[in-house]
């Protein structure tokens, strides 16, 4: 069974900078694609990032494009999420996705099918 373990979140002043991490366990990660989601309060869930199974091509949310950068580490089953220059905004949980389809790392968040926890970032300001 696929599970996913989000971590790195925290509370940060307007500007700074974190790193979320997350482990998938129970598949070979470096055969699929990933993806990041964060979904703020009251709003809807919403796509951050996504890298293919190889780490050659992303796909990020176009208002969020040059502050945040995925990332694979497949010798560590790990993806990241370099998040910089953050604002209020970027207050949410974030959430690590794997999909049911290795290829797959769009936007559509019914389309992945294992998700962790959350991890909660809050930007103050």
């Known amino acids: 069974q696929v599970q996913v373990a989000e971590s790195g979140g925290g509370l940060v002043q307007a500007g700074g900078s974190l790193r979320l991490s997350c482990v998938v366990s129970?598949?070979?990660?470096?055969?699929?694609?990933m993806g990041w989601f964060r979904q703020a309060p009251g709003k809807e869930r919403e796509f951050v990032a996504g890298i293919n199974w190889h780490g050659g091509n992303t796909n990020y949310n176009d208002s969020l494009k040059g502050r945040f950068t995925i990332s694979r580490e497949d010798a560590k089953n790990t993806v990241y999420l370099q998040m910089n220059a953050l604002i209020p905004e970027d207050t949410a949980v974030y959430y690590c996705?794997?999909?049911?389809?290795?290829?797959?790392?769009?936007?559509?968040?019914?389309?992945?099918?294992?998700w962790g926890q959350g991890t909660q970032v809050t930007v103050s300001s």
């Open positions: 129970g598949r070979t990660m470096g055969t699929y694609a």
């Open positions: 996705a794997a999909p049911q389809s290795r290829y797959y790392y769009g936007s559509r968040w019914q389309d992945y099918d294992y």
